[in-house]
């Protein structure tokens, strides 16, 4: 597997501070991966700093009849003060 230095080194730091390893994550990805059938998680959009590199991206996913279930976990989601600085990921302006 390929994986760019700084991200490896951030996932080690991730998965070390939820007391595993990133080898033992990659184990448990591919176990439930094989037993689900599929990812075993929902694919998000990362917002770049112009707001437009995965503009559109996951439409062919989207399902209509789940929108308002999708906003409220979307709601959800920002209520919870994610910590993105363990990821090494800047603070996205949601009001921009």
Known sequence: M????????????????????LAEAVRLFVAQSILMRKLPFQPVAVRSKDGT?????????????RRSEERNAWIEYLATECDDSILGREEVDIHE
């Open 2 to 21: 390929r994986i760019r230095e700084e991200d490896k080194q951030h996932a080690e730091r991730l998965y070390d501070a939820m007391g595993t390893s």
């Open 53 to 65: 590199a995965a503009y559109g991206s996951l439409k062919a996913y989207g399902d209509p009849n």
